[in-house]
Structure formats: C-alpha cells, structure tokens
C-alpha cells in the first residue's frame, strides 16, 4: 500500500500567490509542500511585463480592483504592501526602475523575480513538485490530495491554481471546480485585460493601421459606474489592444459600446474652426495629421468621411466640421468580442469574497482551506497591481496558517 507523507501545508500552483504562500509559510517554520501540474515553475512570471515582469504597483489601492466586494482585498493589501515585497527585491540585489505611474519593472529579466522566489522557498525548506496532476482532493479535519506523484496529506491545504487566462501557460478551472464542490459560489468568469476584436466594416481599417499606436481617453457608453482610462491604444490585425482597451475590457459586456477620445487633450470643435479661421485651404486630412500619426489621421477619416476627408476647412460648412470634430472627441464602437483566455492577462471573476475571510483567506464553511491569487474575485488594474494582489493575500494566508501552528 503507497504510504502517505504528510505536511503541515499543502499548496497546489506554483504561480506568484503559491510561491510567495509556501516560501512565506516555510519561512516560519511550516513543511510545505508545492505542486504544480506543468514543467515549470511561475510561467506567468517569466512572460509578464514583456519578459522584464511588472511585479508591483507603487500606488497600489483597493481602487486598483474589481470585485463584488471592493472592500476585501483592503486587509491583505494594507498588511503586505508593495514596500514588503521590494524589501524582498532590495534584498537579492535585484535591479529595477520605475516606468511610468508607479510600475516597477526589473532591469534585466523576469527571471531575477522568480529565482528570488524559489531561492526564498529553498530557504523556507519548501518542497517543490512539478509535472504532479492532482486526481483527487479530499477536504475534512486533515486534508489529503491524490495526485500523480503519490498520496499527500496536510493540515491546511492552500488552492492558488490561477484562473483561465493563458491556457498555454498552465491556466485552468481546477480551483473553482475544486470551490465548487467544497459549497462555495463561483462569481460568473470571463476574460479580463484582453483584446478586443471586431468583425464588422471597422475591421478592415484596424487591420490596415495594425501596429499603430496613439494615446487616447476610453470610457463605455454603457456602463457609467465604470472608470475611463488614458493611455495607449494600439491597431491589431484584429481590432483593438493596448494599456486603455485592456484596462476598460475588464469592465465591458458583450453588447456595450466603448467611446474613444482620438484627441483627448483637444476640444476638436473648437480647434478645427480656428484652423478654417487661420488657414481655410488646409485639408481636413492635413488638419487631423498635424495632431496625430499621418497614417491613423487619412485612414480614419477617409474611412468615417469618404467625402470630406479631402476636402479643405473653407468648403465644409460649420456643421459639417462640427460632425467632424464630435466623433474625434468620441469615436463610439461596438466590439464584436475580446480575443478570450487565449490572451487575456488575467480572469475576471472567481470564489465569492463572502464567503472567505479577509483576514486569513479561509473558507468560513472549511477553515483549513485557503484560496489565493486569481482564482478568487479580486482582479486588478493594468499594472503590477495583478501580482501585488498575489503576493498580498498568499503572505496573508500563510501568516494565518503559521498563527494557528503556533498556538
């Protein structure tokens, strides 16, 4: 008979939270245990932030989140901030720069965080297994978890197994299954920092300007509690992508228009009338190409006023530059749908806050189980505030967890 080797923590998803959770837990003492189904260790690390890997927010606030409790995520993020996690950094001589509205990205390669945090699991003593299925999981008073490397048992079993986003990169449903069937609710999923696409006449134009950026204000018609955002917005052969389009796809519904602001730092109304009053022979094409990219400005209008786009200030009446002018300032389009999990950066959605401490992030209904990271409903901004939210909640857990070992 195959003989169970026991633990004090068991912590399935060998992602940023499972990291920071069994390197945080073994650090205080605990036998961890780390399992991962794939081939390697923190994949999403290694490819996030362009391979340079964004790992945290200076601004980081519960405003930076989504969920159908805002006020969750406030314990674990004001017990680990991320000045914990750079001391961290600080600490293996990691370098690193700040890039723009508080993101911290490393010097060299994503690679430096994550040998940080397997070096830091070697100093906790933690077990780390890769290429382990689980087949089975079995929750009461101790835990016991089947899996293709042998039977394991724990008294805390701790579930950071990500969500759908990236299948390529080990994403999966394992953990809200496993919620599932310990009672718990699974807020509604869907695909969150993603693309947006688009199948109707506007697609030919994006696939023409693909590759083009410009900075712009999004905001959705449709939903008027969501915030706007102000950043880049790039062309894809598919639609739409950039910083401002995957912040606001977390907040868009199938069906919901989004407004594009082309000119966000210009009244186009007033700025195109003062150019007839100064120069009536400009084009209109030469107008728009002056404030943006020559090749965004003809492709635009000439797509949106194929009878005025060549036409000058002085032969387009007042109204018609008016016309102009509003759909600059607000560019409304429909996407058909976002590119999905294929490349969404992470899920929306997950285990319902209710019915999870805050403090400890425990199921109130199976208190020796913890759920961590992405798999529950808090997602973040754009902008290291993802990873932060892991780091957070799993130091949170594993502090709980070393707190009840200790009593």
Known sequence: MTQTK????IVLGAGAAGLMCALTAGQKGLKVLLLEKSNKPGKKILMSGGGRCNFTNLYTGPENFISHNPHFCK?????????????????????????????????????????????????????????????????????????SAGLFSAEH????TGGLSIPKMGGSDFGYQLAARLGLTVKA???????FVFT?????????????????HVALLDNKLAPSFHHQMLFTHRGLSGPSILQISSYWQLGMRIAVDLLPEINAEEAVLLAKQDNPNMLLNQWFSSLISKKVAHSILSHEFPDWHDQ???NLSAEQLSTVAKLLNAWVLKPSGTE???????????VDTEQLSSKTMACIKQPNVYFIGEVVDVTG?????????AWASGHVAAQAIAAVHSI
Not at 124 to 138: P, S, Y
Not at 157 to 160: C, G, N, R, S, T
Not at 340 to 350: F, H, I, M, Q, S
Request: proline residues 2%.
């Open 340 to 350: 999905g999990y294929r490349t969404a950066e992470v899920t929306l959605g997950g």
């Open 157 to 160: 079993l701790v579930v950071a």
């Open 6 to 9: 026991h633990y004090d923590v």
């Open 75 to 147: 314990s674990a993020l004001s017990r680990y901030t991320p000045w914990h996690f750079i001391e961290m950094v600080n600490k293996h001589q990691i370098p690193y720069h700040e890039k723009e509205l508080g993101q911290l990205f490393c010097d060299r390669s994503s690679k430096d965080i994550l040998n940080m945090l397997l070096d830091e699991c070697a100093d906790g003593q933690v077990e780390i297994r890769m290429n382990t299925e689980i087949t089975a999981v079995e929750c009461a008073t101790t835990v016991a978890v089947s899996t």
């Open 312 to 314: 000058s200030l002085q």
């Open 381 to 389: 901004h754009l902008g290291g505030f993802n990873f932060q939210w």
């Open 189 to 195: 999923k869907q695909a969150a920092l993603v693309p």
């Open 200 to 216: 109707d006449h506007y697609k030919d134009l994006f696939s023409a300007l693909s590759g083009s950026a410009l900075s712009v």
